[in-house]
Every structure is written in C-alpha cells, then in structure tokens.
C-alpha cells in the first residue's frame, strides 16, 4: 500500500520541441523565404504526484507525450518549464539525506531491451558499470554484486559473462530491470516496458515488477498504452492526451465509472470476460497534430459532448470527487 507522502511531483511541467526546417525549407531560406518557426508541446503543464510505494499508471495514445514525460522524470531530458521534485527537493540540484543522489534514485526502463543494451559489453560490466562509478560497491565486490542481482531478476548468475545479443527478449528485459536496480533506485520509470514482450512472456515480466515492488520498497510510473496491463498493475491511473493529463483516479474507480470522454472513449474498448459480442467503434477521428493543437480542450474535434466551451477554453484538471482529478467542461457545466 502507498503512504500519503508523495515520492515525486511534478509542477506545471512541460517540454517544447523547436521543429527543424526540412531540405525544401532549408533551400528556400537560401533565397529568402520566411521559414516558420513553430513547436512542438509535447508536454504542456502537467503536474502530478506520486504516493511512495505506489505504482501510477500512465495511459495514451501514442504521441500524446507519455515517454517524453517518463525521460523528464527520469533526468533524461531537461524540462522547457516547471519543476520536478524528490522527497520535496528539485531533483536536478538536490541530493536526497540519507540516499543516493536523486538522480540515481530514480531510474528507467526502457520499451525495446535490445537498443537499450551495449551490444559490446557483457551483462557484468553492462549492470555492474554504474554501482562501481558511484561507489555503491567495489571493483573486488561487484562480480557478486551482478550475480545477485541476476538472481533477484530470476536469471542464472553464469549468464553475466554473456552478450545482450545471447538472450531472448524476455531475458534482455530481466538485465534492463537488473541495471536499474543496480544503483539502488527508489523510484523506477517503466516506459513501454512490456510492449515489445511476446504475450506469453509479459506476463511473467509483470509480475517481476509486482514482487520486486515489495522485495525493494519501489515505487512505479508505469507507462502503456495498454489498458488490461494497466489495470492489472496499478494503484491509480493517470490519462494524458496531446500533452496534458485529463483525468486521474484511483484504478478500480476509473475503470469502473471513468469520467472524462476521452478515458470513456478509451475504456469501452478493452476486452472484458463475458462482455459478449461488440461492434469495435474506435475513438472517432485522428489526434490533432501537435504543432498545432486546436483551441480549448485539445479532445474537442474528437468529442461527441464538446459544446463552444470546449472549442475555445481549455479545462482545468480540478478535483469532482476524492482522489478523482478530471479536465472536462462537462463536471462544471451540468
């Protein structure tokens, strides 16, 4: 269970993207031509917390800017604006008493476990490289130190001599998790974790991460685009579309009567036992390009409820329930 001290916050944060000029647009300004200089927001003004011990699920389509979030968190990439805060310190200049520095406290999984490996390095150097580098453990302790963690991921300690391309998927997956681990994280961004897993194999990562949540104390971000993984791993979801977060809720309570009409859109579609035979209706329309968002509510051409309120004012994410945090016109016009 998650205490009511959150771990890690987020304050009004967002991330630009400068589009760059392509090669016509290149040759053009060679002979004068204007070239528009937009950007893309593919974060825009989210502020979420996270109770320690907690796992929060964070769900989308793809592009919505639910991995660029992960990366700000995890230190990956610098934030446009707002804050991110450990333990009630900005993570980018404060250590946390008593721990690692905050940016080993908290680590990330990454979605596909064969880019993310050295291919040149063997699993001891490639887990046991950054505990040595901080000196959480010495060179003459680390061989064991790997051996253990492989052991903690339920892979054979023999395997640390190999290379990433010797291993299944599942098994490279297990090493990403294990290097994560190694530096004695708090917190652990899971970005498409299992999304490149077969089907047979996602199961068993997942609950990999359920009992190292409670071997380790870890607390979760959880990112997916995937509903029934979600719903089977966390204790509260957060939804995000183009940028920005529309609803959160405790997970039974979300999956159970959601709120927001797109979390509606999204939930009608997921396969339940005994649902019987549905047409398939997706969410109507395309997501609207991000660099140029439409006015208001970024969900209102795709809306079957948008009134000219939502074409023209973008809603704030305010509390209609306890724990229950939704972006929608619809809470306050009725």
Avoid: W
């Avoid at 000029?21 to 031509?33: K, N, Q, S, W």
């Avoid at 050295?118 to 003459?140: C, Q, T, Y």
């Amino acid at each position: 269970m998650s205490s009511d001290q959150p771990i890690l916050e987020t304050r009004g944060l967002s991330k630009q993207f400068a589009r760059r000029p392509d090669l016509a647009e290149r040759i053009a300004a060679v002979f004068g031509a204007a070239f528009d200089a937009r950007s893309v927001r593919a974060v825009d003004d989210v502020s979420l917390s996270v109770s320690r011990g907690e796992v929060l699920g964070l769900v989308g389509e793809s592009g919505c800017g639910k991995s660029t979030l992960g990366r700000m968190i995890a230190g990956i990439l610098p934030p446009s604006s707002g804050d991110i805060l450990y333990n009630g310190s900005d993570i980018r200049t404060h250590a946390v008493p008593g721990t690692a520095p905050a940016d080993l406290a908290v680590q990330m999984v990454f979605q596909d476990p064969m880019s993310s490996l050295n291919p040149r390095k063997r699993v001891l150097d490639i887990i046991g490289e950054a505990p040595r580098v901080h000196g959480i453990v010495s060179a003459a302790d680390s061989d064991q130190y790997v051996a253990e963690l492989l052991h903690q991921v339920g892979l054979d300690a023999s395997y640390r001599r190999r290379y990433p391309h010797q291993f299944s998927g599942g098994q490279r997956q297990r090493i990403n998790i294990a290097r994560a681990l190694a530096v004695k994280p708090a917190f652990l961004v899971c970005d498409e974790a299992v999304a490149a897993l077969d089907v047979s194999i996602q199961a068993q990562v997942l609950n990999l991460f359920m009992d190292l949540r409670e071997a380790f104390d870890l607390t979760y971000l959880f990112i997916s685009h995937d509903l029934g993984v979600v719903e089977h791993l966390s204790d509260r979801v957060a939804i995000m579309y183009l940028g920005r977060i529309v609803e959160t809720a405790p997970t039974d309570a979300l999956y159970r009567d959601p709120n927001h009409p797109y979390t509606r859109a999204l939930l009608q579609e997921v396969p339940r036992v005994g649902a019987g035979r549905r047409r398939f209706t997706p969410v109507k329309g395309e997501i609207p390009s991000p660099l140029n968002p439409p006015a208001g509510c970024h969900f209102h051409p795709r809306c079957p409820q948008a009134t000219a309120r939502c074409r023209n004012e973008a809603p704030a994410l305010r509390e209609i329930a306890p724990q229950r945090f939704s972006a929608c016109h619809l809470n306050t016009d009725s």
